[in-house]
């Protein structure tokens, strides 16, 4: 599978929604139904299906059930669901571009979809979006980066159970043009 052909797998809004939800677990394609009610049952087997041939995931076990066999899907390698830095550099600026839409088209409907709910709450929910400016040297800023990542790290691993509730975090940086200073 070409790189551009990864990339279209993974930025697509129902499969990136697939993926998240298969982070840190090992579930059924009737789970992840569950877990996404708004996804038509055989354009998610379609997408499963499209994921599992890009082995993004993959099928962990087959549990026979009532004649068929019900497939357990996760994710064995998490650097397969995205797209690393040197698969970034092979891309045009036109190319980045349109990656960045897409990530931005499914935070919009990511967005829409918690508006779109009978009863919101925003305050109490923790929804919020903010810009801000930091001035770091490039020593200040990977020590930023690793803190984040450690903080990141702490709270991805865990697993969804009674009380917690998924939320989206997204993150953007966007470096100004070089200076000096």
Known sequence: MTL????????HPVRMRIIQALINQQITAYQLKEILPDIPQASLYRHIKKLVEAEVIHIVNEIPNRGTVEKVYSIHDPNK??????????????????????FMA???????????????????????FRQTTLYLNDEEFAEFIKE????YTKVTLNKPQKGRRRRTLATII????????
Do not use: C, W
Not at 174 to 181: L, V
């Open 4 to 11: 551009e052909n990864t990339i279209d797998v993974i930025l």
């Open 81 to 102: 669901a995205v797209i690393g830095p040197e698969e970034l550099n092979k891309l045009s600026k036109d190319e980045h571009l349109g990656l960045f839409i897409k």
């Open 106 to 128: 499914n935070l919009m409907g990511e967005y829409e979809r918690y508006l779109n709910q009978e009863k919101i709450d925003l305050a109490g929910d923790g929804v919020s």
């Open 148 to 151: 984040m990542a450690a903080v």
């Open 174 to 181: 966007i470096p100004n043009q070089a200076k000096d200073q």
